[in-house]
């Protein structure tokens, strides 16, 4: 069975930092590339950021840019998302995927093998 678990959602002010976590089941993790999505309320699904296999290369949308770190620790088969000065337009229900291949032009178009069931991050204002 192949499962990803998210956890470290939640309420948070405007400003306030947050991390998310995402546990991988999967056999082979460091195998895979990973990545974070949200879906804010009353917008469709978007990429946020993906990592390759060894987490030396990363990705992400414009606007999380430098207020958002993805990382991952091949060692604990896990995937992080520090999110730093979260704003109001953070809010959205967060996932993170995996998928074999790290091709950005698929990855971005939401292409993945596995997917978890989210987490829900408020900010408020």
């Known amino acids: 069975q192949v499962r990803l678990v998210e956890s470290g959602g939640g309420l948070v002010q405007a400003g306030d930092s947050l991390r998310l976590s995402c546990a991988a089941s999967?056999?082979?993790?460091?195998?895979?590339?990973m990545a974070w999505f949200r879906h804010p309320p009353g917008k469709e699904r978007e990429f946020v950021a993906t990592?390759?296999?060894?987490?030396?290369?990363?990705y992400y949308v414009d606007s999380v840019k430098g207020r958002f770190t993805i990382s991952r620790d091949n060692a604990k088969n896990t995937v992080y998302l520090q999110m730093n000065s979260l704003k109001p337009e953070d809010t959205a229900v967060y996932y993170c995927?995996?998928?074999?291949?790290?091709?950005?032009?698929?990855?971005?178009?939401?292409?993945?093998?596995?997917w978890g069931q989210g987490t829900p991050v408020t900010v408020s204002s």
């Open positions: 995927a995996a998928d074999r291949s790290w091709a950005l032009a698929t990855i971005r178009q939401g292409y993945l093998e596995v």
């Open positions: 999967l056999r082979t993790f460091s195998s895979y590339a």
């Open positions: 990592i390759n296999w060894t987490g030396d290369s990363t």
